[in-house]
């Protein structure tokens, strides 16, 4: 009896996990940005920078290690198109403007063109410029 009462709880965890799976394939995951360059070609930031995008589930995390803040966006993501929505301070709770993450490589309008994007490179680009990202 004991045994049925287990074999039940894992299957029961088993499948209420199953919808929380990331869907992101090669998106899913912690990316540094390496090189960020302008619409003119002018460098902005290295991975010297310490610039961070985090995506699991449809939660993005934008990050700078320099300064201890981070942002929460929902984003939606297709084969050439990542489209950050409404984005939060942390831990403050608040809304922040997508025009406000210019210093993070957020275009204004929170569109950016998947320019390439494997399990260890990413490319994005988007109003602000490009930006180049390694799987950390």
Known sequence: MKQAIII????ACMLSCENKRDT?????GMWQLTEWRDTA??????N??????????????????GDGTYYLARFTHTADS???NEI?????EEVVSL???KAYGIPADG????????DSHMVLSGSEGTLVFRKY
């Open 111 to 118: 569109r950016f063109h998947v320019d390439a994007l494997s």
């Open 24 to 28: 992101n394939g090669d998106l899913g």
């Open 99 to 101: 025009s406000d993450m």
């Open 41 to 46: 070609d002018s460098l902005i930031a290295t």
């Open 8 to 11: 039940v709880a894992v299957l």
């Open 48 to 65: 010297e920078d310490g610039f961070y995008y985090h995506f699991q589930l449809q939660l993005m995390k934008i990050q700078h290690m």
């Open 82 to 84: 990542l489209i950050v």
């Open 88 to 92: 939060y301070n942390r831990p403050d």
